[in-house]
């Protein structure tokens, strides 16, 4: 029986990422983009209804949710969705974050620990969650730890640009996280649509996260040496520490993950073995980047 898949977005890194991982499997995937009015439910129903989709994948506003001005684009599709895919009865695959949750000194959150956000991305991810929640019954919001990647802006990306330039860095030695993979993130999607394809019921928040956490100091640290060790670098950075509890985001966003692995038997990976290859894709980028400007010039 085929099976069709729609993806909100195949622009940002965890879209692209998704696109890519999606490509190998049996069902298919559609990524409407412009063909679809992102703002409208008709817009989006009539879509689903005349392509016949059986499920939908959302990352779309995931990474924007994270910048200054980007939280509406977040919760906006999530309400279309949940409308859309309440009238079609079709269930909704979203992402979510680890910035649901407050200042509680909770070394891990579960998936029934209230939420608290601290900030504008938290609370714009509590909102399209709620959205959500009271509109489509067969839905699973699955909530991410911090996400690295060769892509975009993120903890790693950051901590490389500012390595290679000889920056000072400053890390917060109280900030505790288990670093995820884009792909890794991916690969947890393609694990529960597979099941769901083949009749899974299994609904509701669930979490995922490397199986190996981590400081933001100690994560810093470990890469710091990894250029080091691969002599990478061509300035000596400054690292500074900090150790203060962080006034604006969880002073944890360690996960449990027992739900997605009770009901999907999902394992979780260590974010240690991925690292060098992404810093050389990050490289290659950068230099591809750079060729390209001079070309232009």
Not at 62 to 82: D, I, K, M, S
Not at 212 to 229: K, N, P, R, S, V
Not at 240 to 258: F, Y
């Amino acid at each position: 029986m085929s099976f069709t898949l729609l993806l909100t977005d195949a622009i940002s890194p965890l879209g692209k990422t998704l696109e890519h991982e999606l490509e190998r499997e049996t069902f298919k995937t559609l990524v409407p983009g412009a063909a679809v009015n992102w703002s409208d439910p008709l817009s989006l129903g009539d879509y689903i209804r005349r392509h016949k989709v059986d499920l939908v994948l959302n990352c779309r506003g995931w990474e924007a949710a994270f910048h200054a001005g980007g939280q509406a684009e977040l919760v906006q599709t999530a309400q279309v969705l949940a409308s859309a895919c309440a009238l079609a009865d079709i269930p909704l695959i979203h992402y979510s974050s680890y910035s649901v949750f407050g200042a509680d000194q909770k070394g891990t959150h579960s998936e029934k620990d209230a939420v608290a956000p601290r900030n504008e991305t938290g609370r714009a991810f509590v909102q399209a969650e709620e959205a959500i929640a009271s509109a489509v019954p067969k839905h699973i919001i699955l909530r991410l730890s911090w996400v690295i990647g060769a892509y975009g802006d993120n903890l790693l990306t950051r901590l490389l640009g500012a390595y290679l330039a000889g920056a000072s860095v400053s890390v917060n030695r109280r900030l505790r996280g288990a670093p995820t993979a884009l792909s890794d993130a991916a690969r947890i999607a393609v694990a529960l649509i597979k099941q769901i394809s083949c009749g899974a019921e299994n609904w509701g928040v669930m979490h995922y996260c490397s199986g190996d956490a981590c400081t933001q100091d100690e994560f810093a640290e470990h890469l710091l040496q990894l250029l080091i060790q691969q002599q990478l670098l061509t300035a000596e950075p400054r690292l500074t520490l900090v150790d203060e509890d962080p006034d604006n985001e969880p002073p944890s966003a360690i996960l449990g993950c027992r739900r997605v692995r009770d009901f999907f038997g999902v394992q979780a990976r260590s974010w240690r073995p991925s690292l060098l290859p992404l810093v050389k894709q990050w490289l290659h980028n950068r230099e591809q980047a750079q060729t390209q400007t001079r070309a232009g010039q």
